[in-house]
């Protein structure tokens, strides 16, 4: 249960940096135009909060609920 539960963590965290690497992209191609939107913003932080939590849960093994609710 534990093997299976680090393998979907490691999977979600690896999907999670693909998809940052696409927003790092968008940004560098053009830098003034992704400022100027809004929702470039949530977007971050949509791919942040979940990657982040995810790394949070494969270091400590446990839980946190409210992260759960937020992510």
Known sequence: DEEIR???LIASIC?????LLFVIRRFIW???RWLQNFWNFIELGA????T???ILWY????INTPLVSIS
């Not at 999907?15 to 998809?19: I, Q």
């Not at 791919?47 to 979940?50: A, D, E, H, M, V």
């Open 6 to 8: 680090n393998s979907i």
């Open 15 to 19: 999907f999670g940096c693909f998809h």
């Open 30 to 32: 053009n830098p003034y």
């Open 47 to 50: 791919y942040i909060l979940p």
């Open 52 to 54: 982040w939590t995810s």
């Open 59 to 62: 270091q400590k093994g446990e």
